[in-house]
């Protein structure tokens, strides 16, 4: 995209200011605009202005003031000046001191549009016009520069550009020491003698004849100085400072062949070398500042125990160390780089520039999966577009695992404490409750208690309902060995289906099967119907009528895979890593021992029991492991 034209408009009328400015602004210029003289003198000196549209009777400021410093901070801008009828001298003045035109109040903007034009017009011949006149050896001197890391290259470029620039008769280049801060000779060239090219000196500036004090400001400095030398009477000299960054890293001397004042014309021609000198030295300088950070960095980079990364915005490695290539089964991050799939941080940050401590799990080389923490940050343009994204990454898994073996450590201690609690008094209860049962049965018989049949059947429900719990406490007591035997679960679910089928069509609900081959596995019938049903019956209960609960089984690596899954809301997050404790229930009636119980079976059989939850429902996965595997 081209560059825009860049238009300061300074009006003392706010209302006229803000028609100007959204008028420009349609036509796609930039337009800055201030209704204080002082305020446009302040941005003057601090942004670019191609164009300026100046009121002559701004209240706070001269107009000319505003018109002269604007020239003087940039001859290239074109001055547009606005002007009352009464004001025919000062319009006068203000094209004598370099307005472009002028244009008489009240306008519109159709009369102020074709002058903004030819102004800008004239403001890019003028520029093509310096352009042309860049001379080869400055075009040379740009060049060798650019492309040269060498001091001394650069130092020799400059004299030759600047005696064949400004004819100077000797020039001298002045270095400051970084360690004593003194100016000291790095080059002195001269066109009259050969043999005194390249000359260099360690003594500092003072003792060849400069005042340091000439160095103080950006401006160049002009004085009539003896030089010290038999072949050279005074001579009319000028002093460039070389500044890079705000401050002086050095000085150009120039003494002309005839003792007249400095061309002014050669003044800028001198400033503009002394920049480019100055660029290029402290380029010098910041290559070696670099390449010893760079050096440490890599370093860092190389040698670090945690992995860094630098993914690009849509998620491919584009930088990895080392140890995140070992991390991932790796042997080098080429192959890292080349043959793995990043991940779109986009999607994880959330919004976010900045997240740290983002716990996740990752597929390794060989496929298996490992926890990681990520530090994310994501860097963007200044549009806010984001380029890539850059961070660290730590293996936590082993942290994981002691997490999850704390937690299976704490609710198995929970188990047996309900155990204990569960075989001390549940016999006890259920010996009364089975009496009272069978009188109720009794009851419900007689003649005269017919009228009472509701009422016997609903105290029979809740005491079958209170022997359904004992029964789940005295499943938790169990500590008798299991009797395992090898079998298939695909052979349990058959003989279950048609009870889970009944139940579900009961509460207007559907059960599927799906079935696929898996190893056989060392199983207590007794104990994996229980789990089936339970898992069954929870996940029913969780959706709501019509939905759809599947059972099915499959292979994993030599295990099999029993999974139930239901189209139930999900589980909150914040329950899932308390799954299985006793009494942890979000049913109105439930008791929270149903999954407590099926926990405890899976842990009887080193089964492993995984959750998949979300909006769209929940699936429990219990894993098994393949009977020919029970050694590993």
């Not at 300088?285 to 190389?302: N, P």
């Not at 298996?368 to 860097?379: D, P």
């Not at 939850?613 to 929940?618: A, D, E, N, R, Y």
Request: hydrophobic share 40%; with cysteine; aromatic share 6%.
């Amino acid at each position: 995209m081209a560059d825009r034209t860049r238009v300061l408009v300074v009006d003392g009328e706010e209302e006229r200011l803000r028609a100007l400015w959204e008028s420009m602004d349609e036509q796609g210029y930039v337009v800055f605009g201030f209704n204080s003289g002082a305020e446009a003198l302040e941005a003057l000196e601090k942004q670019r202005c191609d164009v300026l549209l100046l009121d002559l009777g701004i209240p706070d400021v001269d107009g000319l003031k505003i018109l002269n410093r604007a020239l003087e901070v940039d001859s290239s801008i074109h001055c547009i000046v606005m002007t009352d009828h009464g004001s025919i001298e000062a319009a006068i003045k203000a094209l004598r001191a370099g307005a472009f035109d002028i244009i008489r109040k009240p306008f519109d903007i159709g009369t102020l549009l074709p002058v903004l034009s030819r102004a800008v017009e004239m403001k890019r011949l003028h520029s093509e016009k310096l352009q042309l006149q860049e001379s080869k050896a400055l075009d040379d001197l740009l060049l060798a520069v650019n492309f040269s890391f060498d001091k001394n290259t650069i130092l020799n470029k400059a004299a030759d550009a600047i005696i064949d620039q400004c004819g100077a008769d000797v020039v001298t280049i002045l270095l400051r020491d970084e360690d004593s801060g003194e100016f000291r000779t790095a080059l002195v060239r001269s066109s009259r003698f050969s043999d005194r090219t390249g000359k260099t000196s360690s003594h500092p500036i003072n003792d060849a004849g400069f005042k340091q004090e000439s160095t103080a400001g950006e401006g160049p400095v002009e004085a009539l100085i003896k030089m010290g030398d038999p072949y050279l009477d005074e001579r009319s000299s000028i002093a460039v400072p070389l500044m890079a960054g705000g401050r002086s890293v050095g000085m150009i001397n120039v003494t002309l062949k005839v003792g007249s004042p400095f061309p002014l014309g050669k003044v800028k021609v001198l400033k503009i070398l002394a920049g480019m000198v100055a660029v290029a030295l402290e380029n010098v300088t910041l290559c070696g500042k670099i390449q010893k950070s760079e050096q440490k960095y890599r370093c860092v980079f190389e040698n670090a125990t945690e992995g860094i990364f630098l993914i690009t915005a849509d998620g491919r490695y584009k930088l990895v160390n080392p140890a995140l290539a070992r991390m991932l089964g790796y042997n080098e991050p080429e192959e890292l780089i080349s043959t793995a799939a990043g991940v779109d941080y986009q999607e994880l940050l959330a919004g976010q520039p900045v997240r740290t401590g983002i716990e996740r799990q990752i597929s390794r080389r060989d496929g298996t999966t490992i926890w990681v923490s990520e530090n994310v940050r994501a860097v963007c343009d200044d549009r806010g577009k984001i380029l890539y994204f850059e961070g660290t990454m730590r293996d936590i898994t082993r942290r994981k695992e002691a997490e999850h073996y704390e937690q299976e450590l704490a609710r198995l201690d929970r188990l047996h404490i309900v155990g204990k609690l569960a075989a001390s008094i549940g016999h006890e209860i259920r010996n009364p409750l089975t009496s009272v049962r069978g009188f109720l049965q009794m009851l419900k018989t007689k003649e005269d208690c017919r009228a009472y049949h509701e009422y016997y059947d609903l105290m029979i429900e809740e005491l079958d309902r209170a022997n359904i719990i004992i029964s789940n406490y005295l499943n938790m007591a169990k500590n008798k060995p299991l009797e395992l035997v090898l079998g298939n679960l695909n052979d349990i679910i058959e003989s279950l289906y048609p009870m889970i089928q009944a139940d579900a069509r009961y509460k207007d609900k559907q059960v599927k099967i799906e079935l696929n081959e898996i190893p056989m596995v060392y199983i207590d019938e007794k104990e994996i119907r229980q789990l089936i049903l339970n898992m069954s019956r929870n996940g029913l209960e969780a959706m709501p009528p019509g939905g759809v609960l599947v059972i099915g089984t499959r292979a994993e690596d030599g295990d099999a895979v029993l999974f139930v899954k239901d189209e139930g809301p999900g589980i909150d997050q914040e329950l899932l890593d308390r799954l299985g404790t006793p009494f942890l229930t979000t049913k109105e009636d439930g008791t929270g021992l149903g999954l407590a119980v099926c926990y405890g079976i899976a842990s009887r059989h080193n089964a492993h029991i995984k959750v998949d939850t979300g909006p769209q429902g929940t699936t429990f996965w219990v894993r098994f492991r393949g009977g020919d595997r029970v050694n590993e």
